[in-house]
């Protein structure tokens, strides 16, 4: 069974920066891709960022380009979201997730394990 537990959420001023955190258990982690997804009430979980097993390989949704950096510690089991210059418009809670056959991907349907999700506020 694999868990994964975020962390680092919390209230912030525009323009100011977050790390969020993600810690796995489980032995697969350092051979999954793994994702930040974003998800505010009454819509859908929104990409944010993905990162491949090696973290030879990223990707952003256009909004957060420039501003976030994902990464990963395989000998921590430990994914991160550092956001930077964060907006309003970034309020939402946080969720990451583990990918499994499919790799490094932009489809929450692709991610076989996800965490409990952590909030990020960000007031204007």
């Known amino acids: 069974q694999v868990q994964l537990v975020e962390s680092g959420g919390g209230l912030v001023q525009a323009g100011g920066s977050l790390r969020l955190s993600c810690a796995t258990s489980?032995?697969?982690?350092?051979?999954?891709?793994m994702g930040w997804f974003r998800q505010t009430p009454g819509k859908e979980r929104e990409f944010v960022a993905t990162?491949?097993?090696?973290?030879?390989?990223?990707y952003y949704v256009d909004s957060v380009r420039g501003r976030f950096t994902i990464s990963r510690d395989n000998a921590k089991n430990t994914v991160f979201l550092q956001m930077n210059n964060l907006k309003p418009e970034d309020t939402a809670v946080y969720y990451c997730?583990?990918?499994?056959?499919?790799?490094?991907?932009?489809?929450?349907?692709?991610?076989?394990?996800w965490g409990q999700g952590t909030q990020v506020t960000v007031s204007s």
């Open positions: 997730a583990a990918s499994g056959v499919y790799g490094s991907s932009t489809t929450p349907g692709h991610y076989n394990y």
């Open positions: 489980g032995r697969t982690f350092s051979r999954s891709a």
């Open positions: 990162i491949s097993w090696n973290g030879g390989s990223t």
